[in-house]
């Protein structure tokens, strides 16, 4: 938390996460209302096929903006790129990455392609302790402005709305803040100002 709330000076707080899988799904027209008056819910078509999307995310904590891409699957390979994503929009300062420890986030492979990255340091959460990852609360937001609701016919057109969404929701960001913000004082005003 101490990242959070008093980074070091020049350097960058990056939360880093992966969503998914997210699959493509069809919903089939529901044939209509029952003959009691209901409504016929339809069945989901869903499978656990090979058009599965994972999408990565890596909010900065400073300014309230996301990096996401999305890929098939969930490997170093895969985090790596990310990761230069991540650095090519950071180009100055260290990059402090807080992350879960997910064996793609600490494979023989990434802390080989890490030596390489001097600038670039993982911050691992403890385990069982996700809520500490603000990317997790962007997640819900994602999931709203381009999952909810949606029908995808393939992984081009999960990634489409990864981009738009994304795109939206960085026009409107904002920094993050740990903690709860204080109570309004006129509210506390209003409930004493008016007992008799």
Not at 33 to 39: A, E, I, K, T, V
Not at 52 to 62: D, F, I, N, P, S
Not at 82 to 103: C, H, M, R, W
Not at 133 to 157: H, T, V
Request: with cysteine; hydrophobic share 35%.
């Amino acid at each position: 938390m101490g990242l959070y709330t008093c980074p070091p000076d020049g350097a960058t707080v990056v939360c880093a996460d992966e969503l998914g899988p997210v699959i493509p799904r069809t919903f089939p027209p529901a044939p209509g209302w029952s003959p009691d008056g209901h409504r016929i819910k339809s069945e989901v078509d869903y499978s656990r096929g090979p058009e599965k999307t994972w999408v990565y995310g890596a909010l900065r904590v400073r300014d309230g903006h996301e990096i996401t891409m999305t890929a098939s699957s969930r490997n170093s390979a895969f985090y790596q790129q990310f990761l230069q994503k991540v650095e090519a929009a950071n180009p100055t300062g260290v990059i402090y990455v807080v992350t879960d420890n997910l064996s793609s986030h600490n494979s023989l492979s990434t802390r080989t392609w890490l030596e390489d990255h001097p600038r670039i340091r993982h911050v691992f959460i403890p385990v069982g302790a996700c809520w500490l990852n603000l990317q997790e609360g962007w997640w819900r937001i994602f999931r709203k402005a381009a999952l909810a609701g949606q029908s995808f016919a393939g992984p081009p057109e999960i990634e489409q709305a990864t981009r738009l969404a994304t795109a939206q929701l960085n026009a409107r960001a904002r920094p993050w803040v740990w903690g709860r913000p204080a109570p309004s004082p006129r509210a506390l005003r209003r409930r004493y100002v008016y007992t008799v």
